[in-house]
């Protein structure tokens, strides 16, 4: 069975100060990697999928890497609207087509 | 365009009462998937409908969860008779294709007591 593995669970940064965020993973082929925010009280927010190792995607202050076993989401320079849960989820081979596994999230909070 | 809609927002029933939740995708989008959270875990995928048919339900629990999508707009799960470990928040998503990019709603929180 696929396995998503994120760390740390919680992250506090002041504002402007960089950090990473990691996703690591075990499937069966993977068909693609996706990253999402969450907000308390909302659903998951698309953000990337990412498909091949070597693959980078950016947002803003987001930046999403892919390796064959971990995915790295960066945040540079945050600023404390970039406070939520990323959540990170993959899709396998051996899934059907929209059986996404997520990992539980890393909680954000970006001070002043 | 108009986000995926889902209610009630909020829902508290007793113990082997009944609860339907409803979602309404958005106009177009082919593809609607359930998902949970039960406390202190990660999502779930329930189930994932293309139109009106079934293409996965494997994520479902048991036989006491029934989704259905007449007509292959809005849809609805209904818990019969509802436990008290199905408490959770159920998310619905839709998308035009299954690649990921799915738009979430913001879920019905589900309580059983």
């Known amino acids: 069975e696929d396995q998503v593995t994120q760390s740390p669970e919680a992250l506090r940064l002041q504002e402007g100060e960089s950090s990473s965020l990691n996703c690591s993973y075990t499937?069966?082929?993977?068909?693609?990697l996706f990253w999402y925010r969450q907000d308390p009280g909302k659903g998951p927010e698309f953000l990337f999928t990412?498909?091949?190792a070597g693959e980078e995607k950016e947002k803003e202050r987001l930046k999403a890497t892919l390796t064959k076993k971990e995915s790295f989401l960066h945040i540079t320079a945050p600023k404390p609207e970039d406070s939520a849960t990323y959540l990170c989820a993959v899709l396998g081979f051996g899934d059907s087509w929209g059986k996404l596994q997520f990992g539980a999230g890393t909680q954000v909070v970006v001070t002043p | 365009e108009a986000g995926v809609t889902q209610f009630p927002s909020h829902s508290v029933i007793e113990k082997g009462q009944t609860v339907t939740l409803r979602c309404d995708p958005i106009?177009?989008?082919?593809?609607l998937y359930w998902y949970r959270r039960v406390m202190g875990k990660e999502i779930k995928f329930l189930l994932h409908?293309?139109?009106?048919?079934?293409?996965?339900e494997s994520g479902m629990p048991n036989n006491r969860f029934l989704a259905e999508r007449t007509g292959g707009t809005y849809s609805t799960l209904k818990v019969q008779p509802a436990e008290l470990e199905d408490s959770g928040v159920y998310f619905c998503a839709s998308s035009r294709n299954t690649m990921g990019g799915y738009t979430f709603g913001s879920g019905t929180r589900l309580t059983v007591v």
């Open positions: 409908f293309v139109k009106e048919s079934k293409q996965d």
């Open positions: 106009s177009g989008h082919d593809n």
């Open positions: 499937v069966s082929g993977l068909r693609g």
């Open positions: 990412l498909y091949s």
